[in-house]
């Protein structure tokens, strides 16, 4: 059943991408000014299925952090944290990590995200 929805999703992506494509590539280049990063990166970011896209917000989660209100509080840090998280290798390690329930995280080894959640971590501390 995993490779159904695996299927399915890859699927779900392509045509997003081909309907992000048809708008051409003015509209695209305002669209990814618009959320404030490069043509490369929003294509990247539109391009992640929905469980990789939920990767940094979980961990976030698990880490103590509330995302949406680091969301609010600072905006350009998480947006910049998802572009990070969109451009790493690790996704399927960071899923594998995170689906183990009672297991401490060992993002810290591989993490691009790592510094900026330390010093988010400093900053912001953890939810109540």
Not at 1 to 13: F, G, K
Not at 79 to 96: E, H, I, Q, W
Not at 97 to 119: E, F, K, S, W
Request: aromatic share 6%.
């Amino acid at each position: 059943m995993q490779i159904v929805e695996s299927i399915r999703q890859w699927w779900r992506v392509q045509v997003f991408l081909r309907k992000l494509e048809a708008l051409g590539q003015v509209t695209t280049a305002e669209l990814a000014r618009d959320n404030a990063v490069s043509e490369a990166d929003f294509r990247r970011l539109a391009s992640l299925d929905d469980t990789d896209s939920a990767l940094l917000r979980r961990l976030l989660w698990r880490l103590g952090f509330d995302p949406e209100q680091l969301n609010r509080r600072h905006a350009g840090v998480m947006r910049d944290m998802a572009v990070v998280c969109a451009g790493c290798t690790m996704r399927r390690r960071c899923r594998s990590d995170l689906d183990l329930q009672g297991v401490p995280l060992r993002h810290g080894r591989y993490c691009p995200n790592t510094g900026t959640i330390r010093a988010l971590s400093q900053g912001s501390g953890p939810r109540s």
